[in-house]
T-cell receptor, first 112, second 112 residues
């Protein structure tokens, strides 16, 4: 049973560029959440997708957007990259309103 | 707003020592509480959880008790191993909200 998978594992971009990160949830899960983890900090909630709709959003600017596909996989898009967007981006999946979120290994983004 | 405060790290212990990592929270209502662990280069793994006051979560020798009166959820282990070296995150999730709110993490190093 595959867990949560994310791609790519690492990414280097320059300021002003756009990036797309991808996540496949754990088998049987229909809900995907995205978190940003800056170096030395705890993860910060970006948003959550359920039934292809954004269900809840954290305190992130509109440059951060997402999408969920009919197969429950998800993408995180970040436009107009800033140096401060450098972080580990974590995807977590769960079923509906279940308590437990299962995390993927993350995508490490470096913005130069 | 809701928040989680963890003891500052890093924490360095010898193998078989007793471990306590303090965690306190600020939130209205009755949140669910979690401990996640992050091994080097990996994503987060759920270690244990508790969903109501006085509940004790336990896993792999780790324990934490949900104390409503002190708004705390301290992590303990009686005898740590080198393989327990990792970063530990305390987190909360309020009913009706999808997001996890994390503390900043505590890095634990266990020496042989």
């Amino acid at each position: 049973d595959a867990g949560v998978t994310q791609s790519p594992t690492h990414l280097i971009k320059t300021r002003g560029q756009q990036v797309t990160l991808r996540c496949s949830p754990k088998s049987g899960h229909d809900t995907v959440s995205w978190y940003q983890q800056a170096l030395g900090q705890g993860p910060q909630f970006i948003f959550q997708y359920y039934e292809e709709e954004e269900r809840q959003r954290g305190n992130f600017p509109d440059r951060f957007s997402g999408h969920q596909f009919p197969n429950y996989s998800s993408e995180l898009n970040v436009n107009a990259l800033l140096l401060g967007d450098s972080a580990l981006y974590l995807c977590a999946s769960s079923t509906g309103l279940a308590e437990t979120q299962y995390f993927g290994p993350g995508t490490r983004l470096l913005v130069l | 707003g809701d928040s989680v405060t963890q003891m500052e790290g890093p924490v360095t212990l010898s193998e078989e020592a007793f471990l306590t990592i303090n965690c306190t929270y600020t939130a209205t209502g009755y949140p669910s509480l979690f401990w996640y662990v992050q091994y080097p280069g990996e994503g987060l793994q759920l270690l244990l959880k508790a969903t109501k006051a006085d509940d004790k979560g336990s896993n792999k020798g780790f324990e934490a008790t949900y104390r409503k009166e002190t708004t705390s959820f301290h992590l303990e282990k009686g005898s740590v191993q080198v393989s327990d070296s990792a970063v530990y995150f305390c987190a909360l999730r309020k009913g009706g909200s999808e997001k996890l709110v994390f503390g900043k993490g505590t890095k634990l190093t266990v020496n042989p």
